[in-house]
């Protein structure tokens, strides 16, 4: 979405480099084009960023109001705000749902003869199935939105090509139960480095997008997805006990 600001306090070029170099500082925006004649500033963003937190990234001597805003995705006004409307739970519903079908199918495979090992070790084999083959359907966009929380993936760029790659291996593992302690440790290094991220995301309250779910569904990082990875890595830890 692009949007423009009026921006008092540019008398020159220098002033325009510099709004254009501040703005383009801010996580989520992708392009900043300033007009000196105009005094505007056009904002493309990956996902939206408060008019406040624009504000904050000038230094004192430039002024930033809204004007009227351009969505090049071509939504309606309206259909932005009723977007912006949803609560978390309506937002996160495609998540919540996902889960519990992996639940449930994890439980109905050993209801008749309960394991409680068994149905961890294939609730986690189907997590990493599914969630690597939404990953999977748009692969070419994935490790850029991974790398805006994953801080391996912001200095490793090839871990967030291979990431999808990395939950298929391990979805087979578990369901083949073949060298489970490996899987184990690899998950829950893989899920720890990736729940630093999301918590330090968390902490700064930054709007970004999850990719949990690759980019084919956009889903708001929030607590859920914290929780979502600590229940895989008390798993894994629940089962290394129980091997070791």
């Not at 599914?130 to 490790?143: A, G, R, T």
């Not at 490996?182 to 930054?206: E, P, R």
């Not at 709007?207 to 914290?226: D, H, N, V, W």
Request: aromatic share 10%; net charge neutral; with cysteine.
């Amino acid at each position: 979405m692009t949007h423009t600001y009026n921006i008092k306090g540019m008398t020159c070029g220098g002033c325009k480099a510099s709004v254009e170099k501040y703005l383009g500082n801010v996580d989520n925006v992708t392009n900043v084009t300033v007009n000196l004649e105009k005094a505007e500033a056009e904002v493309t963003m990956s996902s939206h960023v408060a008019t406040e937190v624009l504000k904050k990234a000038l230094p004192e001597k430039y002024t930033l109001s809204e004007k009227e805003n351009k969505n090049v995705f071509q939504m309606t006004s309206q259909s932005m705000d009723e977007t912006e409307q949803k609560s978390k739970l309506q937002q996160l519903q495609p998540l919540l749902l996902i889960l519990f079908y992996i639940a449930t199918a994890s439980i109905l495979l050993h209801y008749k003869n309960w394991d409680g090992n068994a149905v961890m070790l294939d609730f986690m084999g189907l997590f990493f199935i599914v969630f690597s083959f939404f990953k999977m359907l748009d692969l070419k966009n994935f490790p850029e939105s991974f790398r805006m929380y994953d801080p391996l993936a912001k200095r490793v760029s090839i871990y967030g090509w291979i990431y999808p790659f990395i939950e298929t291996a391990l979805g087979l593992m578990f369901l083949m139960r073949f060298e489970i302690e490996i899987a184990l440790i690899a998950t829950l290094i893989i899920l720890s480095i990736t729940t630093v991220g999301v918590t330090k995301t968390l902490l700064d309250k930054k709007s970004i997008r999850c990719a949990c779910l690759g980019t084919a569904l956009k889903l708001p990082m929030t607590e859920a997805t914290f929780i979502e990875n600590a229940i895989m890595i008390v798993m894994a830890i629940v089962m290394l006990t129980q091997i070791i």
